[in-house]
């Protein structure tokens, strides 16, 4: 028996996500099949709306032996011919139903890297010209990784990715203006976290469901220079297939001058990746209601409600504050109670305590409000 709720995600990745529209040329791809009775929803419902779906299916085991034997050559002719398979596109579409978030943990850091300057990073900034959303799809693993039954897990999933995005975006508008206005941030506790930087003149994004499932954040990016002070990100973060528990990083006019964690020559690897890896090129805001608590994935857990994210590495084009970089690294803060708390200042006002704003112009952004 079908899954109603798999159709309701399905109709909101090919109505609201990527708009699609008639003759519209849409690339859906998968890893794992467990994504595959949702593609089967996709497939149908474009079909319905008179556009073409194009299908890729791989698998994390391959990937990763792939990944593992990966030549220049082999680098240099997957980047050619996805490159021009996804120009001829008009949508993207990205499922990833993942069993085991370290599958790729032992590919060694330097082809890994390598594999993301020469291939996928390529790949993605076309992808990003299009209309896009790339989201997870729940398994056992990704279950078990959340401390959750599969069950419970499912319901989580399904509530987190399809709320009332209408709703959130229209909530979002005052804040998006609230920062195109702003100069100066300061960011305080938990921990050692005391940063400043400014984000004057860069525009602010709204992300209510058209680019990533789950959504619910707000983004901008920080005069590339501006930065000073110590962030201790207190959620655990999974890159490059290396799980990391902590993450502390110290600026000084916008470079990362010291860092530490655990993996430390692991961290040394990424931050030395290029030049871009030492700024950072995304300031972002959660807001998701539902997503109180990490998973260790970044997709869900860059959206918690309460929580920052200060990232390292590449600027997105809509939002670009001349960073540019083979990396980039989502990195969380979580300032409710039960994480420490902290404060947030644009221009010397306070406008988020403890995970909740407190300017009046802003409330619709408290969970309660956008449940």
Not at 32 to 40: C, G, I, K, R
Not at 182 to 210: F, M, N, Q, Y
Request: with cysteine.
């Amino acid at each position: 028996m079908k899954d109603p709720r798999v159709r309701k995600l399905a109709e909101l990745l090919v109505n609201y996500s990527t708009k699609v529209k008639e003759n519209d040329k849409v690339m859906v791809a998968a890893v794992d099949p467990a994504a595959y009775p949702l593609v089967e929803e996709i497939i149908e419902l474009v079909g319905k709306k008179g556009a073409h779906a194009f299908v890729t299916l791989n698998a994390q085991t391959v990937q990763r032996k792939l990944y593992m034997h990966a030549t220049d050559t082999m680098l240099d002719i997957m980047r050619e011919s996805e490159l021009a398979f996804a120009q001829k596109m008009d949508a993207y579409i990205g499922i990833r139903a993942l069993e085991n978030k370290f599958e790729t943990n032992d590919v060694p850091q330097k082809q890994m890297m390598k594999i993301m300057q020469n291939y996928r990073m390529k790949v993605s900034n076309e992808i990003m010209s299009k209309k896009w959303v790339t989201l997870m799809f729940p398994t056992p693993g990704f279950a078990q990784a959340s401390n959750m039954s599969m069950e419970a897990f499912e319901e989580f999933f399904f509530n987190v990715t399809t709320l009332d995005y209408a709703k959130m975006d229209r909530a979002m508008d005052p804040f998006k203006q609230l920062l195109e206005k702003t100069d100066k941030v300061h960011i305080k506790g938990p921990g050692r976290t005391d940063i400043t930087l400014s984000i004057k003149g860069l525009p602010a994004i709204k992300c209510a469901g058209e680019y990533n499932i789950p959504d619910g954040e707000i983004f901008t990016a920080p005069v590339k220079d501006s930065i000073n002070g110590v962030i201790e990100y207190n959620t655990p973060s999974i890159y490059l297939g290396t799980k990391f528990d902590k993450v502390i990083l110290t600026f000084e006019n916008g470079k990362i001058v010291k860092h530490e964690g655990s993996n430390p020559e692991k961290l040394e690897e990424i931050f030395n990746a290029d030049e871009g890896a030492k700024y950072v090129g995304e300031f972002a805001f959660g807001v998701n209601p539902y997503i109180v608590e990490p998973t260790v994935n970044i997709l869900f857990d860059e959206k918690i409600s309460g929580s920052i994210h200060l990232t390292p590495g590449r600027a997105y084009g809509e939002c670009n504050n001349g960073n540019d970089s083979s990396i980039h690294w989502d990195l969380v803060m979580i300032q409710t109670p039960e994480y420490g708390g902290g404060e947030i200042y644009f221009d010397g006002i306070l406008v988020r305590k403890d995970g909740r704003f407190v300017l009046p112009e802003l409330a619709g952004l408290n969970p309660e409000n956008l449940k």
